[in-house]
């Protein structure tokens, strides 16, 4: 299974962005599909998860501004980021997990297949 994330990018302060991330190998219908950061210096932290019902779930500090979807015949999860902040600025990873249950969806160690990262950098 290979993830492959895109859509990073420099984006001022009140924008828009979308970062993408597609899944080949495994069926896609089966994973719950997570977005985790890292910012320099920080540990990596979840922001939003999409379940195989897409049902999602964010971190309090993205609620009301970021959105997460899925596209099964894709075989693509999204990130939505609106009026982005400079506190956004982060390597976002795209994950996936088949077992994870939903107690353990904002965990790291419950998803078992990472992206590359995409660098998202918001300046103020």
């Known amino acids: 299974v290979q993830l492959q994330a895109s859509g990073g990018g420099l984006v001022q302060a009140g924008e828009s962005l979308t970062l993408s991330c597609v899944v080949s190998?495994?069926?896609?219908?089966?994973?719950?599909m997570g977005w985790f950061r890292q910012a320099p210096g920080k540990e990596r932290e979840f922001v939003a998860v999409v379940s195989r019902s897409f049902s999602t779930r964010y971190v309090d500090s993205v609620k009301d501004r970021f959105t997460i979807s899925r596209d099964n015949a894709k075989k693509t999860v999204y990130l939505q980021m609106s009026r982005v902040k400079p506190e956004d600025t982060a390597v976002y990873y795209c994950?996936?997990?088949?077992?994870?249950?939903?107690?353990?969806?904002?965990?790291?160690?419950?998803?078992?297949?990472w992206g590359q990262g995409t660098q998202v950098t918001v300046s103020s």
């Open positions: 994950a996936a997990t088949e077992t994870a249950i939903n107690s353990e969806y904002g965990s790291r160690s419950a998803y078992g297949y």
């Open positions: 190998g495994g069926t896609f219908r089966r994973y719950v």
